[in-house]
């Protein structure tokens, strides 16, 4: 598991996986802006469906967020993304 988390560490700090994920992150708020995708995400979250779903993620994250081993997972995670090299994490992410 520590050789794919390495693997996928390496693509995100790499140029094209850079690319990637700020293509991603371009579509993700485009997507979250358009008022048609809003309305059905609103019509299935306010669902008595959407509702049970969204209590029992709210649940799920509360838990994992006070269990000490998912905080050093996130904090690991986090230092690797920002500079677990030496790099203070704070580069634009733009090749030249």
């Known amino acids: 598991m520590a050789s794919l988390m390495n ?3 390496q ?4 140029p094209k996986g850079k690319q990637v ?12 802006k358009d008022p048609k995708t809003r ?6 979250a306010n669902s008595p469906k959407g509702r049970q779903v969204v209590r ?5 994250a509360q838990q994992l967020a006070s269990d000490p081993k998912t905080l050093a997972k996130i904090q690991d995670v986090r230092r ?6 030496g790099g203070s994490g ?5 090749s030249s």
């Open 80 to 85: 690797r993304v920002q500079g677990g090299r």
């Open 21 to 32: 994920i700020r293509q991603a992150t371009d579509k993700a708020q485009q997507l979250a």
């Open 7 to 9: 693997k996928v560490m």
């Open 39 to 44: 309305a059905k995400f609103d019509k299935v």
């Open 56 to 60: 029992q993620a709210t649940d799920k």
């Open 90 to 94: 704070t580069g634009s992410g733009t």
């Open 11 to 14: 693509f995100a700090n790499s």
